[in-house]
């Protein structure tokens, strides 16, 4: 049985209000948060988000140059104060269920790596934060979600410049003369585009946290050798161990030449997090960190 044409008008109105509803909750969004004015207009200047791990994280993120930034602070905040925690104004927060740092970011980044390849991926992602949302874990409304999603899917993992809080910086012993000597059977190079000629070299560290004996080693004589073929400029200063074993290899960059380091990191394959560190005790450009995940390049 057919509605009756006064049922039909009761429903097209009802629709009709439902519509104009959203549309007023559109408007509102839209002049009311300055997150989504910022990312609809992609103005100057980054959007912070707090980041309540343990010890709590700073996400930056520029629309017009698309570069982010995480910052691990030394301590741990809260939602009650997080307005304070941060020498950045920051407006808008957001509190995982996995309190650990570096698990939270490890499951980020993975991700943001896999999520094409594995949709359920995205499912998961949705549910955590309209979990987060019913919970008052966070303050980001589900349009300000949207667009920052939406600008989040265009990154990878190593689109991240990670900054820690500052540690003492141990020496390492220096390469000895017998130990630069190029082994014969060398692996291929990775063909890379050039960096500048006038540039100066990228100073490293290798540090082997894989518990493969020789790896460091190896490692360094394969980065001189693509510096003798002019496919990076390096110099790797020198090599050692890690003080523990890594799951997954990561960099350490403390010079800021952001090309020259990602360019390190496509030749040797590390897919890991760049982390960017201030540090006046620094004897190299760059720490390259090799996990139990590392491969010698191909």
């Not at 017009?64 to 691990?72: E, F, G, I, S």
């Not at 359920?120 to 667009?147: G, H, I, M």
């Not at 899917?153 to 630069?180: C, G, M, N």
Request: proline share 5%; aromatic share 10%.
């Amino acid at each position: 049985m057919e509605p009756s044409y006064k049922t039909r008008k009761v429903i097209g109105r009802i629709l009709l209000l439902i519509m104009l509803a959203l549309l007023a909750g559109s408007f509102w969004s839209h002049y009311t948060s300055p997150l989504i004015q910022h990312l609809a207009a992609h103005t100057d200047g980054p959007i912070r988000v707090a980041i309540f791990t343990k010890p709590a994280m700073l996400f930056s993120y520029t629309p017009t140059t698309h570069k982010a930034r995480v910052t691990v602070t030394s301590k741990s905040c809260s939602q009650k104060e997080y307005k304070n925690c941060f020498k950045e104004p920051v407006n808008t927060f957001f509190t995982p269920k996995t309190q650990d740092q570096q698990t939270f970011w490890n499951q980020l980044g993975d991700n943001l790596e896999q999520w094409r390849f594995t949709p359920k991926r995205v499912w998961e992602y949705v549910r955590a934060y309209v979990n987060a949302l019913v919970q008052k874990r966070t303050n980001l409304r589900p349009s300000e979600f949207l667009l920052l999603s939406k600008e989040l899917i265009q990154l990878s993992r190593t689109d991240f410049a990670i900054e820690y809080p500052v540690t003492p910086k141990k020496k390492k012993h220096t390469l000895k003369a017998q130990d630069e000597k190029v082994q014969a059977d060398a692996k291929p190079e990775v063909i890379l585009p050039n960096t500048d000629a006038d540039a100066k070299p990228l100073v490293v560290e290798v540090l082997n946290a894989s518990g493969k004996k020789g790896l460091a080693l190896s490692v360094t004589q394969y980065l001189r050798e693509q510096n003798t073929k002019g496919l990076l400029r390096i110099d790797v200063l020198q090599y050692d161990n890690y003080p523990s074993v890594q799951e997954k290899s990561f960099i350490v960059d403390y010079s800021g030449k952001q090309v020259q380091v990602s360019q390190t990191s496509q030749a040797l394959g590390i897919r890991g997090e760049i982390r960017s560190e201030t540090s006046t005790t620094a004897i190299c450009d760059t720490r390259i960190v090799l996990g139990k995940d590392f491969k010698m390049p191909l």
